[in-house]
């Protein structure tokens, strides 16, 4: 998140910027438009309030950008770390940013714009020990790319962005004590990526050669057979290692 909008300010944009999320993120450009809005996305009772309170503070016309980029997840046999966090993950991952987007929908059809959804390499694939994070990224990669087609008509295109590991917050929520060293990119490698397929109106931008070639690879596999295949490449990994203990 805060990569992106680095990558917003660069474009020396004078739009409004909107932060729907419980928390203000650190380091936003000072020569940002910026507003931040306290939003529960696991609540939505908070997302219609903030809604209404958006629509008041936006501009009243120009093209619209929104960016679905709140979400985490967690790794261990279902359903650990418990049902209550599984479902949170599923109102955050899934919920909030369909809600989010269907309430502005009028919006953006009447001025046109984007959506913009981080989605996940995990999406591609059935993955075990991450089983319920896995499938609401792969529930918000068919539903972006089937919203642009639907969208076209109307002045909207629809990304999914699929990043594989990327040095963000995603660990400590996911519910790792510490890093995974499993490598990736940088959040900014991952930004300028995704900040280049949305200028290309790409409905599908996987980050970083090698993740394109495993979400190939991935989406072409009989799904029993990637399940097994990613339940046997993360168990070597043992990322139990890594997890916090109760």
Same mark, same amino acid.
């Given at each position: 998140g805060r990569a992106i909008l680095s990558r917003i300010s660069h474009s020396e944009t004078k739009a409004a910027v909107f932060n729907l999320s419980r928390t203000i993120p650190e380091g936003v450009p000072n020569?940002?438009?910026? #507003?931040?809005? #306290?939003?529960? =996305?696991?609540?939505? &009772?908070? !997302? &219609?309030? +903030?809604v209404c309170e958006l629509r008041k503070l936006m501009p009243r016309e120009g093209r619209m950008l929104l960016i679905n980029n709140s979400g985490f997840g967690a790794y261990g046999e279902f359903p650990a770390p418990g049902v209550d966090h599984t479902l949170k993950m599923i109102d955050v991952n899934v919920r909030a940013p369909v809600e989010l987007t269907g309430r502005l929908w009028d919006e953006l059809k009447s001025r046109g714009g984007m959506v913009a959804t981080v989605a996940s390499l995990a999406g591609f694939q059935p993955t075990p020990l991450m089983t319920t994070y896995a499938a609401t990224k792969s529930f918000m990669l068919d539903w972006s790319v089937a919203l642009d087609a639907e969208a076209k008509r109307h002045g909207i295109r629809c990304v999914a962005i699929c990043p594989g590991p990327v040095s963000t917050n995603f660990s400590k929520a996911a519910g790792f004590a510490s890093s995974t060293g499993l490598g990736g990119q940088t959040s900014e490698e991952c930004a300028d990526e995704a900040v280049r397929g949305m200028a290309a109106h790409r409905p599908v931008v996987v980050t970083g050669w090698k993740h %394109? !070639? =495993? $979400? +190939?690879?991935?989406?072409? =596999?009989? %799904?029993?057979?990637? $399940?097994?295949?990613? =339940?046997?490449? !993360?168990?070597?990994?043992?990322?139990?290692?890594? +997890?916090? %203990? $109760?």
């Open positions: 020569s940002l438009n910026f #507003t931040h809005l #306290t939003c529960d =996305l696991s609540q939505p &009772a908070d !997302i &219609a309030s +903030v %394109k !070639i =495993l $979400a +190939v690879f991935s989406a072409r =596999l009989p %799904k029993p057979w990637a $399940a097994a295949i990613g =339940l046997r490449i !993360i168990q070597r990994l043992r990322l139990d290692r890594f +997890v916090k %203990k $109760a």
